[in-house]
């Protein structure tokens, strides 16, 4: 019935990132009617300052009811449909996204493809520079989806450059060949390295050093450098946002061959917490691939009346200004809150100044320094502490024992609830471990039953980590 590719299993939905969703569906927590219910704590969400957007709509009300100085717009868009998007749309996100640069990078908005969301941006620039058996390069670890989105239609491959704790999972020279040697091995033509700055699942800026490195292994090996900038106007504390367009501008490589090479992926799913209005883009530098990119957009348009009503609210500076302002520092509180929990449970947490999670080293609470162990602990946490985080395994982080969980899709109360939960988790395993209290003891018993109460039905518990 199904086709190959429809059959291919390259959706990831089997993966841990996927399968916490499913049980966090069977048993979502409510903290009425299912306190004891699990958390989420998966989705990279922002629902920190939806009360601002909130509060411009109830006061912009022509936006949202498509009309114009009192004139309805409604026909107009309901016939909308050149698929290379509402023009005055793409002259505000051009300064939106400059302005989150601090104005160093300017965009032209003639070199923008809109796409519904990031998802499909980036798997419209698989197909434009590459072939299928083609190779991109990621530093791990990286965001789960993008094996989905970057080989299941394409038949790219992707290749891991391995980030190391010991040097806060920076991408290095060394790395960076390693992973192009890896993929020669295996007779991969390597088109390219994607990035994504900043990082899911670090919460970490590229620094300056980092992106230079890049830049001259892109030029010595004439490949493609793809940078996903979705997190860019999350950045809530030093060091500061350094968009690989400013990377290369600053080295003044605006007239070279790597300069059409370069592609940014962007998205207002976290900057502005609008994933369900499907709102992404590609920006290039070759007018080529722009061409190639807009007639491909077709499968993937924004629609026009979400169109509309985001250039009204990104023409609004003062708002977008105050929003990214406000946005930031909340963030900043809420990792503030979280590190600070984490913390007094024992864990910590790699150093992090922007994106909408930690990432969180438990390797201390592993039973022994392997993937398995990292699974065990990663169904513990679901089962009994009733919290869905994502397992480093699903970002194909290269040591066992990272986690990464996010902060900004709940509420306060709830973050300080998993906080306790993970706290009496983590406390548990090391009663256990230190003896004080054997696994036969009642101490552990007792507070497996009170932890009962999370107990799931997990019904694919014995597969396989997914490395
Ligand atoms: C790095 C990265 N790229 C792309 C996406 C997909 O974003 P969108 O909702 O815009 O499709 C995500 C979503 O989490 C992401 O973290």
Known sequence: MLSRKARLDAHGEDSSYFLGWKEYEKNAYDDVQNPTGIIQMGPAENQLSFDLLESWLASNQDAARLTKNGESVFRELALFQDYRGLPDFKNELVEFMAEIRGNKVNFDPR???LMAGATSANETLMFCIAESGDAFLLPTPYYPGFDRDLKWRTGVELVP???????GFKVTKCALEEAYQQAHKLSLNVKGVLITNPSNPLGTTMGRDELNDLIDFAVAKKIHIISDEIYSGTVFDHPSFISIMEALMDRKLQDTDLWSRVHIVYSLSKDL??????????????????????????????SSQTQYLLSKILSDKKFTRNYLKEN???????????????????IGCLKSNAGLFCWVDMRHLLSSNTFDAEMELWKKILREAGLNISPGASCHCSEPGWFRICFANMSEDTLNLSMQRIKALAEKIQQCRRGRVTHQDSGCNSRRRSFSKWVLNLCSYDREPDR
């Open 111 to 113: 070199k923008l493809v």
């Open 161 to 167: 450059i391995h980030c190391s704790s010991s040097n």
């Open 273 to 302: 917490g609008l994933p369900g209005f499907r709102v992404g883009m590609i920006y290039f530098n070759n007018e080529t691939v722009v061409s190639a990119a807009t007639k491909m957009s077709s499968f993937g348009l924004i």
């Open 328 to 346: 930031r520092k909340r963030l900043k509180t809420r990792r503030e809150m979280i590190v600070a929990a984490l913390r007094n449970a024992g």
